[in-house]
């Protein structure tokens, strides 16, 4: 069974800035990895991918704010968050796509084999 833990979680106040890491147990330069995040009440959101090739995609929501990346030698993933707003508050879940050769476009997490814990992430204003 794969294993991915996500770590970095935190209180922040609007405009802050904060990195989620996720160690994998998976060689991340081999697959799809992305970061999604589920608030309260709400669907679990797709917020960037990062292909085999360091491709990455970013929901219209983060772009210019997230920035997604990976350290393939310590098979670890990322995401850089900035510029926080509380509207980013949520639970924040690292995946991989086992099943595909790059990343699904949709970012639908019905196409994600994989899931860590979660962290979470908490901005106030």
């Known amino acids: 069974q794969v294993q991915l833990v996500e770590s970095g979680g935190g209180s922040v106040q609007a405009g802050g800035s904060l990195r989620l890491s996720c160690a994998a147990d998976l060689y991340t330069s081999s697959y799809c990895m992305a970061w999604f995040r589920q608030a309260p009440g709400k669907e679990r959101e797709g917020v960037a991918t990062i292909d085999r090739d360091g491709t990455t995609s970013y929901a219209e929501s983060v772009k210019g704010r997230f920035t997604i990346s990976k350290d393939s030698a310590k098979n670890t993933l990322y995401l850089q968050m900035s510029s926080l707003k509380p509207d980013d508050t949520a639970m924040y879940y690292c995946?991989?796509?086992?099943?595909?050769?790059?990343?699904?476009?949709?970012?639908?997490?019905?196409?994600?084999?994989?899931w860590g814990q979660g962290t979470q992430v908490t901005v106030s204003s």
């Open positions: 995946a991989a796509a086992t099943s595909y050769l790059r990343c699904p476009r949709a970012r639908r997490p019905e196409d994600y084999s994989f």
